[in-house]
């Protein structure tokens, strides 16, 4: 669609300045301002200072990088290529720890992995051991499993998918020209997965590269990545570091954004034709084969869905007392002070506010994204971007630097935590809301025309209704992924901003598991409820949101 | 090169649908073509013999050796298929090597069949290309290429000339023919083209609902369908029943709806009969005085050197075709004219169900 008016570019526009002014200003302003302002370490010290956790932030975001291809590869192969009952709900299964918190993760594996954990209470009982015997949620194990299980989805969503893009007679031609199943795999499958292989490493590394929550919690201070040490900088008021280090890691992050974008926009071209995968049923396998495929699904079945269900016992069972007890969700419905029931509220309250937002902004963005103007498109296409290869605790310090600050906002920053939220979840707002806007016959709005609609009817008698579903889903994204945030709120939340993410992490911190295990648990039940929403929705409108 | 022999090949899908059993003999150097409507289980048999699918029952006989338990890697079949399905990630000349690659043919032998093939099928200014800078027609010349280049004993062609615009199928068509007569390769052809069929093959396989119902020369097909389905799928499309009104002197004689036809032998009197008879064997007439058959236009519609003229005769329809101008234009002038046509009792075929 191209902008015929005044009002139609500023409709278009507005994300645009908005993002800039919550975004690009405050991030380009604390840079400039820790680096020239002379609080704090100089960004040589900086660097100096902070060398052993910039190696420990490149180290453990390679190795879940490789840990999440080792285990996502197969269950990517096996997703595209097996033919079997259930398989939906596999997918469905699969995909899950991907639209779960962070926090919730960590809670999940705590129970799963931790000491007194489901695991390790079983070890315990087998080995009649009376103190823990494996302790698989902490330090470096811990980070690790975690980022694997957080991106093994993301692997098997984007290569089974350009798997299933495969045209299958390529693989009959060359298994009828002689080549064997692994020369087929290495002369045919491989080339073709690869850009969405690379992609899934990009976007992995990028993902453990920022990560916050995971490394805070597993890490125990200790273990700290770079985004740990913005905000250990920020809390020790050493503006100059904390900058330092923004720059640096953004200097990273928007590298590896890009390359992803490039790579998206080059990928898989050969298309086939999609209806006739080839898929085989289990039966067709060897029996070492079936016996590896049966492991495999074990394995994942105690990584994926073992820390998902152990967060219901999480909610349930006091590891201090060794009982099981609804003290977490008397907690949870407690009005007091200290009580759950303020987090719960403000969670509600900020991420419904961020909800609005983001459509309001995503909407227009979408469009400016679509739209074949010069520079409007472009300069969409970074804004949409930006966010993902800017960490949440930079959005968050440039906020308060930036924006708090000046404006006497930090006495009660609030406002501050809804913006976060709403430029944090926006990119993945926007691509749902285009998605939807690309799918809408252009020949139906034509025809809207002819039959003499005005330019304001046409919006909202055809192209808003028909972009609804569009709509839904990215405010049900943008709902789950404002509820779930914890980097960015902790950074900025004073004790009565808390939301529930971040009473979890608090809650952990003074060892109140079943008070986090409850918060958790509604955590998780709010953001799988969103997802199968917006499953539901986009498959009957686009065909599944999570298919880009 | 090969004989090809198919004995009870069946097949059953777990949808129920099932195709065979298969019989059909594919003599060494022939190009066979099944041919037949979608769904009819053409493509099926097709990978049967490729090797992707498995059969359930029956054997593959090449030169009486059976490969039905051989992976489709060993049976030396080449075989082009309906996406093309070039190596997108190869260049030209890396598709045409692969499978010599694969058999790790000594290398100056790999180059010298794919220049050989190259100079055959008048590609050596692309092997260089990489496959989405080649256009469709010179995808389909390196995917013909790349099949024959392991010189399989057995070439199979999965309606490879379908997503291309009707001139260059046709000129595909006699490249296609040409290529396969120089290198005298076994040769089975998969379409649902009469016309294409019929442009390339020595013999033709009708297939309908997963069996073979008749297989001959294209204009043996043609002018002696056995059944109804042959009869209507090939286009000679009229069909008439009639019945035996009497046996005289060894000769029968055949009644449809007032047309008498004599010359017919081993028929019982009062069986009913369908016939069919081409629309070039019709004779149409404006002479009303003849004691031929009569019927009303429907339509004229005027084709390539010809009108396809169709009429009502007591309900069903007959179509003619004919090249009269003066007729058709006197018919033309005045709508829903009743005209006399008749043809010859030899022209008229007997179908079989």
Known sequence: ?548 | MVNVELKGLVRVFADGTSVGPIDLLVKDGELITLLGPSGAGKTTALRMIAGFIEADKGSILFNSKDVISLPARKRSVGMVFQSVALFPNMSVYQNIAFGPDMAEWPHERTVRRVEELAGLLGIQHLLDRKIDEISGGEAQRVALARALAKEPALLLLDEPLSALDPQLRERLQTEIRSIQKRVGITTIYVTHSQDEAFAISDRVAIIKDGRVVQVGIPEEIYDRPATEFVAKFLGSGNVLEGVVKETKDGKSFIDINGIVLDGREDLTVGETLRLSIKPEDITISSDMDSDSAKGRVISIIPQVGSFKITLDFQGAHVVALSQDEALVKKLREDENQTVSFSFRSEDAVILKD
């Open chain 1, 1 to 548: 669609m191209a902008p015929r008016n005044k009002g139609t570019y500023i409709a278009l526009a507005t994300p645009l300045v908005v993002l800039t002014v919550l975004l690009v200003y405050p991030v380009v302003s604390v840079i400039f301002r820790g680096l020239t302002a002379g609080a704090g370490m100089t960004f040589t010290d900086t660097v100096i200072f902070n060398w052993p956790y910039l190696e420990f932030t490149i180290f453990q975001a390679i190795l879940s990088t490789i840990m999440s291809l080792l285990v996502g590869l197969p269950g990517a192969m096996l997703l595209a290529r097996l033919k079997f009952k259930g398989k939906n709900i596999v997918r469905a299964l699969i995909i899950t720890p991907f639209v779960l918190p962070p926090i919730v993760v960590v809670i999940g594996f705590l129970q799963m992995f931790g000491q007194y954990g489901v695991i390790d209470s079983f070890l315990m009982w087998a080995l009649r051991s009376g103190s823990s015997v494996l302790n698989l949620a902490t330090d470096i194990p811990g980070i690790i499993l975690a980022h694997t299980f957080y991106n093994v989805p993301l692997v098997i969503l984007l290569v089974s998918a350009s798997m299933e893009r495969m045209n299958p007679e390529i693989e009959e031609a060359a298994e009828i020209l002689g080549a064997d199943s692994l020369q087929r795999f290495q002369r045919i499958t491989l080339p073709h997965i690869m850009p969405s292989l690379i992609a899934a490493t990009i976007l992995t590394f990028l993902f453990c590269f920022m990560s916050f929550p995971i490394v805070l919690a597993f890490g125990h201070g200790s273990y700290r990545t770079i985004e740990v040490q913005i905000w250990n900088a920020f809390r020790w008021a050493d503006y100059g570091q904390a900058s330092s280090l923004v720059l640096i890691q953004i200097l990273f992050t928007l590298t590896l954004a890009l390359a992803y974008s490039r790579l998206a926009r080059s990928s898989d071209g050969a298309r086939g034709p999609t209806s006739s995968i080839k898929t085989s049923s289990l039966s067709s396998y060897r029996p070492t084969e079936v016996i590896m495929i049966i492991l495999y699904f074990a394995a994942m079945l105690i990584l994926v869905v073992g820390p998902i269900a152990s967060i219901f016992r999480a909610a349930f069972f006091d590891p201090i007392a060794q009982r099981y007890t609804l003290d977490g969700f008397r907690y949870i419905f407690s009005g007091e002070a200290g009580g759950g029931l303020r987090p719960l509220i403000n969670s509600l309250f900020y991420s419904s506010l961020a909800t609005l937002l983001s459509v309001g902004l995503g909407i227009p963005l979408a469009y400016a994204h679509g739209s074949k103007t010069r520079f409007l498109r472009p300069l969409s296409s970074i804004m949409v971007l930006l966010p993902l290869g800017i960490s949440s605790i930079t959005v968050a310090y440039g906020l308060m630097t930036a924006i708090a600050v000046p404006t006497g906002l930090n006495i009660n920053p609030w406002p501050i935590i809804v913006l976060a939220q709403t430029v944090i979840g926006l990119p993945f707002t926007t691509r749902s809301i285009e998605i939807s806007r690309r799918s809408i016959d252009p020949l139906l709005i034509e025809q809207a025309d002819a039959l003499g609609a005005s330019r304001l009817q046409r919006l909202f008698f055809v192209e808003l209704p028909l972009l609804a579903p569009g709509i839904l889903v990215g405010a049900v994204f943008a709902f789950a992924m404002a509820i779930g945030e914890m980097s960015a709120t902790l950074f900025i939340a004073l004790p009565q901003n808390f939301t529930l993410a971040v009473a979890i992490y608090d809650n952990l911190g003074v060892r109140k598991f079943v008070e986090a295990g409850a918060s958790a648990l509604i955590l998780m039940v709010a953001c799988i409820v969103a997802f199968l929403a917006m499953e539901k929705v986009s498959e009957e409108s686009v065909g599944g949101i999570l298919k880009w």
